[in-house]
């Protein structure tokens, strides 16, 4: 299922419930990813957010993608990223955000 660009699309994934990001994710849309994963954050367990068509983070959504890995580890879960390609990955990387409190980058595409 291919989604519009910059929409997220809740999901049921083998490692629990998650959000499929199609497009950006950048200060005008970062707030609608931030209550997304709220909605579907409960009870401690794990969250994926499925990166495979996003094209794009900036600095905005950077911030709430590590406040929802905080929150998760807070309860004893975590944020599961999967399918982080090409900038996208890189941005993790640079960022130092390849893996700790919360955050586990997962199932990493190509460069």
């Known amino acids: 299922m291919r989604a519009a660009p910059d929409q997220f699309t809740e999901f049921e994934?083998?490692?629990?419930p998650g959000i499929a990001v199609s497009g950006e994710i950048d200060e005008s849309n970062a707030g609608e990813l931030d209550l997304a994963l709220g909605r579907i954050a409960t009870g401690g367990g794990s969250v994926v957010l499925d990166l495979q068509?996003?094209?794009?983070?900036?600095s905005k959504g950077l911030d709430v993608i590590v406040r929802a890995a905080m929150r998760l580890w807070e309860e004893g879960g975590q944020l599961i990223i999967?399918?982080?390609?090409g900038p996208v990955r890189r941005l993790f990387r640079l960022s130092?955000?390849?893996?700790?409190d919360g955050l586990l980058l997962h199932r990493e595409g190509p460069s």
């Open 96 to 100: 130092g955000l390849t893996g700790g």
């Open 53 to 58: 068509e996003c094209t794009f983070i900036d």
């Open 82 to 85: 999967h399918n982080a390609r």
């Open 13 to 16: 994934f083998a490692d629990g």
